[in-house]
């Protein structure tokens, strides 16, 4: 093998390598909100852009680095979308359950009853 292709190898397992713990953290804690949508979404157009520029170059380590780089960050916008939903019901959930312990404390200190609904959905 010549010089150039054993050093695509190399730089295309450790792009691989660098990215891995982002992703596995994403997909271990559901918690992307320090991703921001609109660079991942910028992300996956290029990348769609950038392989017909790839696609078109002989096979080689290129296209490994490319095509995982395509998955990693489809993989991270559809994270980031389905995940970011379902903490938008989280929040809304801790916003209900912090309003009526609200209720319940300005009832408290102000010696008045408050009917609390039910914090079980």
């Not at 309003?99 to 404390?105: G, T």
Request: hydrophobic share 50%.
């Amino acid at each position: 093998m010549n010089i150039p292709v054993v050093a695509g190898m190399i730089s295309t397992m450790l792009f691989a390598a660098s990215m891995l713990p982002m992703l596995l953290k994403a997909a271990r804690t559901k918690d992307l909100t320090s991703y921001s949508v609109g660079n991942i979404v910028m992300t996956n157009v290029a990348n769609a852009v950038h392989s017909v520029y790839v696609f078109d170059l002989p096979a080689g380590p290129v296209w490994l680095l490319h095509s995982f780089y395509v998955v990693a960050s489809a993989l991270m916008l559809v994270w980031c979308l389905r995940y970011r939903q379902d903490s938008g019901q989280d929040r809304a959930q801790e916003a209900s359950e912090r309003s009526a312990a609200e209720r319940l404390l300005g009832a408290a200190t102000t010696g008045t009853s408050v009917a609390i609904p039910s914090l079980n959905h």
